[in-house]
């Protein structure tokens, strides 16, 4: 069963405490005493269900109060799928990992890090050379019904191709955020794939230096 140091868990945990600051310092009018009382809640459900010892698949059917508390917040607080600053980002990021909460667990009892976030086959729709960076590329990439922007390295990296993308949290690279990382070479898939081959290793890194920021957080 996921114990309460499940990676999921975790993520879920340090996203919350990205939602938290939000409402604390919304950057524009919201309802607060709403927000807040729906972040309480949210709290809560995760607090219960990360302590709970549950089997995965028991889980998995006691998180959907979670999800629903997510999408409310994530409305609440007017938060989309391409906000610019980061913070921000990643707490509209950290609520729809709140929403998938309940597929991630079905997943299995225990999951390596690397298996913990959202991964899809992503066709590469537009590549640019990034404003600020020389050896970073800025592309939109499809994920099937949405497209996002994902930052990269990978100078080779071309339009019209398909690649593995990690759904790891937001971060802001030389003035861009970007919302996910290629994690594999060409792929011959149809785009918004879940879970096509990918460098398990590679999203496993990234995921565990969040990792030990979410252990320090007390709740």
Known sequence: MPGHDDPRYLLAWWGLEKVERVVRNPGRPIDKGRANELLREAWSELKRLRWSGLPAEMASQSAPGLSKLAS???EVLGLGSEEKDELR???SWALGYLQALPTLLKLGEEVSPGRAVLVFSGRVLTVKDHP????LKVTRTGLGKVAITVVTNISEVKEGEVRAVALLPPAELRGVVSWGMFCSGPLDLEEGKPYPPYDEGAVGAQVEALLK???????
Do not use: Q
């Open 72 to 74: 409310e917040l994530k």
């Open 89 to 91: 980002a990643r707490a």
């Open 132 to 135: 600020n960076a020389d050896k």
């Open 213 to 219: 920021e979410a252990t320090r957080i007390k709740k």
